[in-house]
Nanobody, 115 residues
Framework: QEQLVASGGGLVQPGGSLRLSCEAS????????VTWYRRAPGKEREMVAF???????TNYAASVKGRFTISRDNLKKVHLQMNGLKPEDTAMYFC?????????WGQGTQVTVSS
C-alpha cells in the first residue's frame, strides 16, 4: 500500500529546533519530488520547502529561508530541519510526494512554537 507518514512535530519554545520526517512506503519514492506544506488555523495552506527527486534542487518560502533545511536520503525519507522557530511557524505540517504515477499526501504533524 502506498503511504506517506509525517512525524517529528511537537511543542518547542521560540528559538528552538525540530526535525520533521516524511517516510514513504509501498512506492518508488526516489522518483518523486517532495514538498512540505503547512496550514495554520484560519490561514491558507502555504508551501514551506521543496526538494526535487534527485535532491539537487530545493526551494523555500521566504518566511523560512535561512532557518529551515530540506533534505532526503532518497530511499524512503525526506527531512525538514527547522531551526530558529518562531511562534508564527505554528501550524500543521504536511508532506506531499509527486512523481510519475504518484500523488500522495502524508497525514500531517503538528508543530507548536510557544513559551
Amino acid at each position: 500500500q502506498e503511504q506517506l507518514v509525517a512525524s517529528g512535530g511537537g511543542l518547542v519554545q521560540p528559538g528552538g529546533s525540530l526535525r520533521l520526517s516524511c517516510e514513504a512506503s509501498g512506492f518508488t519514492f526516489s522518483t518523486c519530488a517532495v514538498t512540505w506544506y503547512r496550514r495554520a488555523p484560519g490561514k491558507e495552506r502555504e508551501m514551506v520547502a521543496f526538494i526535487s527527486s534527485n535532491g539537487e534542487n530545493t526551494n523555500y518560502a521566504a518566511s523560512v529561508k535561512g532557518r529551515f533545511t530540506i533534505s532526503r536520503d532518497n530511499l524512503k525519507k525526506v527531512h525538514l530541519q527547522m531551526n530558529g522557530l518562531k511562534p508564527e511557524d505554528t501550524a500543521m505540517y504536511f508532506c506531499h510526494a509527486y512523481g510519475p504515477g504518484y500523488d500522495l499526501w502524508g497525514q500531517g504533524t503538528q508543530v507548536t512554537v510557544s513559551s
